[in-house]
């Protein structure tokens, strides 16, 4: 029977730390770090998101604001938003809600924003900084991910690592964080196109999944004592339900407990360690801009 992670509890601890270090920035006269959050069109699972998103900055003693606009804005005006919060002293991080409506492409949106600027670490040069191990901005949900091995014990020196998923948000930027020496992982990182990956899984130690399918990761898959680490958050149709659909990972969970020795659950696994990251970038980017 696994060890379940707590994810939501890791993550009160990375907040609590963010708010004492935003305390300490405060008391030291500075203002404190603003996050601005760009949120185009009504999908409803972006909205809660970036619900979830302002109140946690609030809790941690940050400044935010959410900027909503239609799903027709078009991308000279976007641009023009971004530029203005670049250009605005006030404002330490500014993240663009993903995914835009179609007609807006998001590596040009992402590409205007001020790298020193983009929490999410998302920009390109952001990127390159972290495969060539620069300081610079990692993108929350990977970053949060490490966090929950470390505060965890679970060792990755010389271990298997396992991503499922090769998006620029999570497995590609993940793959690059645990080949750091920090972490001295091997890593592989599969896709649609590997072959034998339920071979590949059993062979990993640490079995990260990154690939939005509910439930993809059966028992056979998993090698007896690994860690898993289930990003997916999948909106399932339930009319038993109170909203009408509940959520659930990329993971069988109930049968991948009894063999694993590490899991993540889903809620209250990766998705609140997301958040908490994204708070300790905010501070962060508050204290770049000085
Ligand atoms: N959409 C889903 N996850 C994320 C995230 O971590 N950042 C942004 N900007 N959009 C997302």
């Avoid at 090769?166 to 964080?177: D, E, M, Q």
């Avoid at 439930?215 to 009319?239: T, Y």
């Amino acid at each position: 029977m696994a060890t379940i992670i707590d994810g939501k509890a890791i993550a009160a601890e990375v907040r609590s730390e963010v708010r004492e270090d935003v305390a300490k920035w405060t008391a030291d006269g500075h203002a404190p770090p603003y996050l601005a959050v760009i949120l185009v069109g009504d999908n409803p699972a972006s909205a809660s998101y970036v619900r979830g998103k302002i109140k946690a900055s609030q809790d941690a003693g940050i400044a935010g604001d959410t900027l909503k606009f239609d799903a027709s804005i078009s991308e000279k005006a976007l641009l023009s938003v971004i530029q203005d919060l670049n250009d605005s002293p006030h404002v330490s991080g500014i993240l663009v809600q993903l995914p835009l409506p179609g007609h807006l492409d998001s590596s040009r949106i992402i590409a205007a924003l001020n790298p020193d600027k983009d929490v999410d670490g998302l920009h390109t040069v952001n990127a390159g900084r972290l495969v060539t191990d620069s300081q610079g901005f990692v993108p929350c949900t990977p970053a949060g991910i490490v966090e929950l091995l470390r505060r965890s014990n679970i060792p990755t020196e010389g271990q298997h690592a396992v991503i499922l998923g090769r998006s620029h948000l999570v497995g590609r930027p993940l793959a690059s964080l645990l080949l750091r020496k920090q972490y001295n992982a091997t890593v592989t990182v599969c896709h649609s196109r590997t072959k034998n990956l339920p071979e590949v899984c059993r062979t990993a130690d640490i079995l990260v999944a990154a690939i939005g399918r509910t439930h993809f990761v059966s028992a056979d898959m998993i090698k007896p004592g690994a860690a898993i680490i289930d990003v997916g958050i999948n909106r399932v149709e339930d009319p038993k339900h109170k909203r009408g659909y509940y959520l659930t990972g990329d993971v069988d969970y109930n049968a991948a407990k009894e063999l694993a020795g590490y899991i993540t659950p889903v809620p209250g696994g990766v998705g609140p360690m997301t958040i908490a990251m994204l708070l300790k970038n905010t501070m962060t980017a508050a204290k770049l801009l000085g």
